[in-house]
């Protein structure tokens, strides 16, 4: 079988139902053939079928035995952030051990790999465990078997130059005498520090370059914020939240009319470089959007992958044991029911064993104001200014340019209400310009009279009285209304009956005559006009008073006026 051909069909390989064996022989079949690594990458999805309805330990056991496999098969780029997720923020052994295992199956050594296995030796620096990824049944160890941080000094050994911004760290493990290793550690560590310095080349690489092997990963780490299009929420608009405080609302009422940021987490999570790590970052993005002045102006969500257990209590001591702030903007959400909708959505990477998370990866989204996707990060940390400066540039787009998303997005459904009161308008004025009295039908036989159509025989000698009949019905359609309109209303009625006077006196042709009864219509037409009940500010504009609220069509300038209603409009008060 071709690789790109298992590539296609390894994740759906294994359903539900596969048994941790049956998974195990098929790895085992793979890696023993180079080039097969983009078809263990299709089994790392969180969401895979084969993941559901198991422990958070088995499901570790086969992520960690499948990553293993890479340096086998070789490591392909796609699968670069999965392993670099779990050296980053792993807590168990076996899994980031698995990982370190993995990077040799890169093509090429680079040094952008030496930080994250800085924070592998952090992390399971106190959970170091013996690891064996020949077989997926684990054996009794031996003296050749060896644990998750020899696995993680033996790639630094691999790295050689390229770990040499590790190596101040290496040595203070090494020599700092309040940091006890087993002896085996300290000697595959002793191994590490001088294979980086036994490299011909004393100095690493001068800056992070793209390699043959690995994307370039920036200072802000790798996957900060990938464009997602813009996926818009028409099927959670109706999904009902209840937040921290037991307030029920729809989706679409809290993600509209300002840039949102949305993270996910659950308060069960036993990984304090996760959910835990995440809800604190949240408030320090919530402190640097204060200090940025763009308070009020943007939203903050975190939502629970576990709505069955986190209660709005729950969620409320959770966020402020780490300093997060609640208020109309900042809030943390639960699904009474339609997580399923959710986690569709925005696709989570999430797995469950019945409603509890057996694994899950970090996750951050950026919404615009008409609540669209239009960035994300996932797997691993998220930097807090590269957040802030894309939605400083969502507003500042929202700014200055009138014909954005979200002015659309208002400006549709103001649209649409005109367009029906256009239509539903005109049968009421026909009705309203229809003859409804003994005067209004004299009035309009007359005028068809002079333009030649006599519905009634033998009243063509009544010309003068039809024109009289007709100026009378001019003054009662004037006195209905007011102002400008009664002048244009006017000059077009007596226009009309001058028209229709002077073309039947003269013997005009119909056409002309029917232009005359057209400018009657209008004339008409403009009497019925509704009055206008907002008039020009160098009119009849009044200022409100003191304290009443203006509703204004555009952003203010200054961040600290941001608030908008649910309309779309910014709220100020007068002074």
Not at 102 to 125: K, M, T
Not at 287 to 312: E, M, N, W
Not at 363 to 386: C, Q
Not at 556 to 562: P, V
Request: charge should be neutral; proline fraction near 5%; charged fraction near 20%.
């Amino acid at each position: 079988m071709k690789a790109s051909a298992q590539y296609e069909n390894s994740a759906a390989l294994f359903e539900r139902d596969a048994s941790a064996e049956q998974i195990a022989r098929w790895v085992d079949s793979v890696r023993v053939q180079a080039g097969f690594g983009e078809s263990l990458v299709a089994l790392l999805s969180e969401q895979l079928p084969l993941y559901e309805g198991r422990s958070s330990n088995e499901v570790a056991h086969i992520r960690g035995y499948i990553m293993a496999a890479f340096e086998k098969t070789g490591l392909p780029q796609d699968g670069v952030p999965l392993v670099l997720e779990e050296l980053d923020s792993g807590h168990l052994a076996y899994g980031v051990g698995a990982a370190a295992v993995a990077v040799r199956g890169l093509e090429c050594p680079s040094r952008q790999i030496a930080p994250f296995l800085v924070q592998a030796v952090e992390n399971i620096r106190y959970l170091d465990d013996f690891v064996c990824y020949d077989t997926f049944v684990s054996e009794a160890p031996t003296s050749r078997s060896k644990t998750a941080l020899q696995e993680i000094f033996r790639t630094f050994a691999w790295l050689g130059v390229h770990g040499a911004d590790a190596l101040t760290e290496l040595n203070r493990l090494y020599n700092d005498p309040c940091i006890v290793f087993s002896g085996r550690v300290r000697a595959e560590l002793k191994t590490a520090i001088e294979a980086i310095r036994a490299a011909p080349d004393a100095d690493p690489p001068p800056s992070p370059v793209s390699s043959c092997c690995l994307p370039i990963l920036t200072p802000r780490w790798v996957n900060v914020l990938l464009p997602k299009g813009t996926k818009g929420t028409g099927a959670l608009d109706q999904l009902l939240l209840e937040d921290q405080d037991g307030n029920h609302l729809g989706f679409a009422d809290f993600f509209r009319n300002k840039p949102a940021v949305v993270v996910f987490f659950y308060t069960r999570c036993d990984n304090p470089r996760k959910c835990s790590l995440t809800i604190s970052k949240l408030a320090r993005l919530q402190q640097a959007i204060h200090s940025r002045g763009l308070a009020g102006c943007v939203k903050i969500a975190g939502f629970t992958y576990d709505p069955l257990y986190d209660s709005a209590a729950r969620l409320k001591t959770y966020g402020r044991d780490r300093a997060m702030r609640f208020d109309e903007d900042n809030r943390l959400f639960r699904t009474p029911v339609g997580i399923e909708r959710l986690r569709e959505h925005f696709d989570l990477g999430v797995g469950f064993l019945n409603a509890i998370v057996n694994h899950h990866r970090i996750e951050l989204y950026v919404l615009d104001a008409s609540g669209k996707t239009v960035a994300s990060s996932n797997r691993l940390p998220w930097d807090i200014d590269a957040v802030l400066d894309l939605v400083s540039e969502l507003l500042s787009t929202a700014r200055t340019q009138p014909d954005s998303a979200d002015t659309v997005a208002h400006a549709t459904p103001i649209l649409r209400t005109s367009g029906r009161a256009l239509l539903s308008s005109i049968p009421g004025f026909l009705v309203a310009i229809a003859p409804k009295c003994p005067i209004c039908w004299a009035a309009w036989l007359g005028a068809l009279g002079i333009v030649g159509w006599n519905p009634v025989n033998g009243l063509q000698y009544l010309l003068p009285i039809s024109v009289g009949i007709i100026i009378m019905q001019a003054i009662v359609a004037c006195a209905r209304t007011t102002g400008r309109s009664r002048g244009v209303s006017l000059i077009l009625i007596l226009s009309a009956i001058l028209f229709l006077f002077i073309g039947k006196v003269t013997g005009a042709t119909a056409s002309i005559l029917l232009v005359g009864v057209g400018v009657l219509a209008a004339g008409f037409f403009v009497s019925f006009l509704p009055r206008k009940t907002i008039r020009r500010r160098t009119g009849e504009f009044q200022h409100p008073p003191s304290g009443a609220e203006i509703h204004l069509p555009l952003v203010s300038e200054g961040h600290e006026d941001c608030s908008r209603d649910r309309t779309g409009s910014t709220t100020v008060s007068a002074s």
